[in-house]
């Protein structure tokens, strides 16, 4: 069983959708990070959280630390959203980090 | 502020040969590391450094040697490449929060890549 799985692994919805991607895990970690890879590549960090809830834009992270579950949100997609996004945990006992394989979103006008 | 910069950014290279893949960060981040990432497999972890004069082995390190020399500087070398090193390279850097006590996390900034071809 992996450390980290994200659900789900591909996403297709209409533009102005809400979408959830989650992550859930089963190591102690200290921190979660949430990124975003276009299909040009480049990696972007969208957040890193440690508890609670964090906002940007459209964008919204949640963590339970005791469920050892963490979600994405975006409001109002956009195609410009289609990306792969990527969860990954930070182990608290070694400091190292432990990748989801992502969540392939494709956004349809 | 550059940020983290990889070199070269594609890159072909015959069986046999070698080559040497520099990340560098300009954020005076103590943590950089090398990843690579196969379709399917998402990121993997190869070597990371935890400070100048650094390294440690991460998930799949066979084949690749780093070194870490300057703290701005993480250097991945490929002795002898093999088709199966075919892959895209991200090197990546951060502050953790832990090096100086606080316990507080920073964000990861990752390089744009290096698309590595092993014919």
């Known amino acids: 069983k992996n450390e980290v799985e994200q659900s789900p692994q591909n996403l297709t919805a209409q533009e102005g959708e809400f979408i959830t991607i989650n992550c859930s895990y089963s190591v102690g970690i200290s921190a979660l990070h949430w990124l975003q890879q276009h299909p040009g590549g480049g990696i972007v960090s969208l957040f890193m959280?440690?508890?609670?809830?964090k906002k940007h834009g459209r964008l919204i992270a949640t963590i339970n630390i005791q469920e050892k579950h963490s979600s994405l949100h975006i409001t109002a997609s956009h195609p410009r959203d289609s990306a792969v996004y990527i969860c990954a945990v930070i182990v608290d006992s070694n400091y190292q980090l432990i990748w989801g394989a992502g969540t392939k979103l494709i956004i349809k006008p | 502020n550059a940020g983290v910069t990889q070199t070269p950014k594609f890159r072909v290279l015959k069986t046999g040969q070698s080559m040497t893949l520099l990340c560098a960060q300009d954020?005076?981040?103590?943590?950089m590391y090398w990843y690579r990432q196969d379709p399917g497999m998402g990121l993997r972890l190869i070597h990371y450094s935890v400070g100048e004069g650094t390294t440690a082995k991460g998930e799949v390190p066979d084949g690749y040697n780093v070194s870490r020399l300057k703290k701005q500087n993480f250097l991945l070398g490929l002795e002898s490449a093999a088709p199966s090193q075919t892959s895209v390279y991200f090197c990546a850097s951060s502050y953790w929060g832990r090096v100086v006590g606080t316990g507080m996390n920073t964000e990861a900034f990752f390089g744009q890549g290096t698309r590595l071809t092993v014919v």
């Open positions: 954020m005076n981040h103590e943590y």
């Open positions: 959280l440690s508890s609670g809830k």
